[in-house]
């Protein structure tokens, strides 16, 4: 029997933890499909991308389509192209696109403009921040997809509420969570950046274009370190954006914070399981830091993970603010219904409907 192909588009490093639960929930059980990863090339370099590859226990990708750099349309509107023309040629029975990133919108129009049908693997989130280009990306992928796998239970309402018909929704769980329960005791067993005492340091990432891409918004978040290292020290993957930017604009490093390169996921799980919080302006990071009880702050004005605020584990701060949050930070957090390691499985199933149907 000759199984139908479905492609698993990443683009971004974080899109392959939640691409991995559907990967290996599709390989270990019974054949329904023939699944294979399409790399558009957002995130490229062996830092972002190929040593993640490895640690997720993924394969290479079977398609590159080599595409990074520029702005929000240049990207966009190359992806559509490079990815259109690979489709035409080899014809998947579903495109399954993760995340909110430029590169996984350009796939999902890409196939929907070719009748490919496209789920969107964490449909349903909103920051309700119109200004925030991945915000506009979750929007318009959602209107798009065909399959709506939704990490809870309330994005799931929320879409059907929006008109989505309730065939095309499933609440799933959170494909991160599937990776970091399936991941943590190997990078528990790693050792930690020399220094680093277990329960005696906070985590930092800064990524997101409001918070480094304006020099007086990213010389207020190094105040906000440096003001919040006085009371605990902070280690910091600096991400390579954020690193390019900080050279452009002549920004110092904060004093008292260790800055570090990025890190391998199992290196970054280790460092995050034996912290005592985490400051985040990433959405992985809050989701990956409830899926192991760590305390987050998040240094954004919204979130599009209000499960993680609502469970108690999650506070939005400001740069000014971070100081006093380190000395009073949340709780570990209630846990999240269907943040149980299942949800590649239960993608799975909707796969498996959906192919036979």
Known sequence: MILPEVHLVAAARPNLPKLAALWHALAEGEPICKPLLLHTGQHHDAAMFGDLLEDLRLPAPEISLGVSGGSHAELTGRTMIAAEAVWQKRRPALVVVAGDVDGALAAGLAAR?????VAHLEAGLRCEDRDMPEDVNRRALDAISDLLWAPDRDAAMRLVADGFGGERVRAVGNAMVDSVLRHLPEAAR????????????????????ANVDEPRALNSMMWGLAAAARHLTLAWPVHPRTAARMRDFACPPPHGVIMLPPLRYLDFLALMANARLVATDSGGVQEEASAIGLPCLTLRRSTERPATVAAGGNRLVTPEGLS???????????????WDGQAGQRMRAHLAEVLAA
Request: proline letters at 20%.
């Open 190 to 209: 790693r050792p930690l950046p020399q220094g680093l005492v277990p329960g005696a340091y906070g985590v930092v990432t800064l990524h997101r274009p």
């Open 113 to 117: 403009k070719m009748g490919i049908r």
């Open 324 to 338: 006093s949050a380190v000395l009073d930070p949340p709780g570990r957090g209630r846990p999240i219904p269907l």
